[in-house]
DNA sequence: TCCCAGTCAATAAT
DNA sequence: ATTATTGACTGGGA
């Protein structure tokens, strides 16, 4: 069992190429803006002069982009002249640094990007276009520095401060009410143990109901809304890291392991403590199978129970408990054919009969030890992914759903 | 109302 | 100095 498939991606990187090119000539064939104004809160950025389109309208009409050779390459470049996130992403993007580092880190497939989503994307390739992209930005640069240097300068000798409205959106004005500095939110930080038993509720239960939510707020002594924030959060974030270990598995999965692409490329997986870390008592060992080759596309799987699926107790280990039969079963949004590069496009599913290993062979001497993380996030996506489906059906395992009060 | 995708922005880590 | 991480917020959906 293995696909070699390999062959071909040569071209991946399509970066000199330029998949977005379309540039004007049959701009807009739809609708456009009947109305004047528009509103749009957004639209920042003067953008590259390009066709008087906004870039919601490139976006809409854009081919599907190949994020990760896209950030690649976007990466690249910012190194190899010095340019900062902070530059790029408040002048290029319209986003703030760390917007910029996480999209560039851990960029989401296409396909499961919303249209907002692909904005920042399609800035990206247009940038990367823009045979001046690089010496712009250095001006910026160079524009940055005289007018801190001319600040610093005057404030020195002046002993005075200087506004300059460059750059700056708004800063915050600041409300100095006097006696009242506190206004500034703390700014939760979570210890390492909440940390850690939020993480073992969430493998319990990753949609807590609010009855659990306010008993784990008051057991941890913090705020119910810092409880559902850091739910909601953690599952978009697990979610968003099986989207990259899907993508790297589709690429250079194959006996010779690494690969060959050159766009693809390895990058750094999280684990380090994403999901476990510690796990004290627990240990995951033993869950294997959960063979689910690219579930999501709204795969459709069948589970019997999940409740009890994750170990804590540390007993069960029931194998592979829920076979997914995630076929390729293409969701709302199946969007037929697109032409052109379907880098990530539907891998269909290969499970044939499920179970067998996921990925990553590993050929070798042991060494995976990312694989339980893996393998747990899978679980947890899956969780979800039931979650979602039994909602959605409304019917049986009202587990401990919350009750439809209401209903008569 | 509950979820989620995107972001922001403070602060950790390099 | 930069870049990475992450709790909280916002807007859109159903």
Not at 5 to 30: F, I, R, T, Y
Not at 32 to 40: I, L, R, T, Y
Not at 118 to 145: A, G, I
Not at 243 to 251: D, K, L, R, S, Y
Request: hydrophobic share 30%; net charge neutral; glycine share 10%.
């Amino acid at each position: 069992p293995e696909s070699p498939l390999s062959s071909a991606e040569e071209s991946v990187n399509g970066l000199a190429g330029d998949p977005l090119a379309s540039q004007s000539s049959s701009l807009k064939p739809p609708s456009e803006d009947p109305s004047g104004g528009e509103s749009q809160p957004g639209t920042p950025l003067p953008l590259p002069g390009h066709s008087g389109l906004s870039i919601q309208e490139m976006v809409a009409m854009s081919p599907e982009l190949d994020t990760y050779a896209i950030t690649k390459k976007v990466k690249e470049v910012l190194t190899d002249n010095n340019l900062g996130q902070r530059l790029f992403g408040e002048t290029i993007l319209g986003l703030t640094q760390g917007s910029v580092s996480d999209l560039l880190a851990r960029p989401k497939p296409w396909h499961k990007l919303s249209l907002k989503g692909r904005e920042p994307f399609v800035r990206m390739q247009l940038w990367l276009q823009d045979p001046h992209s690089v010496e712009k930005l250095m001006d910026m640069k160079r524009l940055e520095k005289k007018a801190y240097m001319k600040r610093r300068l005057s404030s020195l000798s002046d002993g005075h401060s200087v506004d300059g409205g460059l750059v700056g959106s708004e800063y915050m004005q600041g409300s100095q009410s006097p006696g009242q500095q506190q206004l500034k939110k703390p700014r939760v930080v979570l210890g390492p143990e909440e940390k850690e038993a939020l993480k073992k509720a969430y493998q319990q239960k990753p949609y807590p109901s609010p009855k659990t939510i306010e008993e784990l707020a008051s057991q941890l002594n913090l705020k119910t809304s810092t409880v559902i924030n850091w739910f909601h959060n953690y599952r978009s974030r697990i979610r968003r890291e099986l989207f990259i270990e899907e993508i790297q598995a589709a690429g250079g999965v194959g006996p010779g392991s690494e690969a060959g692409s050159p766009s693809l490329r390895g990058s750094k997986s999280g684990e380090g403590d994403s999901c476990d870390g510690t796990e004290s008592e627990g240990t995951v060992e033993t869950r294997q199978s959960l063979g689910i080759g690219l579930e999501d596309h709204r795969g459709a799987c069948k589970d019997h129970d999940m409740e009890a699926e994750s170990e804590a107790g540390g007993s069960n280990n029931s194998p592979a408990q829920l076979d997914c039969t995630a076929t390729g079963l293409a969701g709302p949004g199946s969007s037929g054919g697109q032409g052109g590069l379907g880098l990530f496009s539907l891998t269909e599913a290969s499970s044939s009969s499920s179970a067998s290993s996921t990925n990553i062979p590993a050929s070798g001497p042991a060494r995976n030890p990312r694989d339980n993380n893996l393998r747990k996030k899978k679980a947890a996506n899956l969780n979800n992914i039931i979650h979602r489906l039994e909602k959605a059906a409304s019917k049986e395992d009202p587990s401990d759903l919350i009750h439809p009060l209401t209903r008569t």
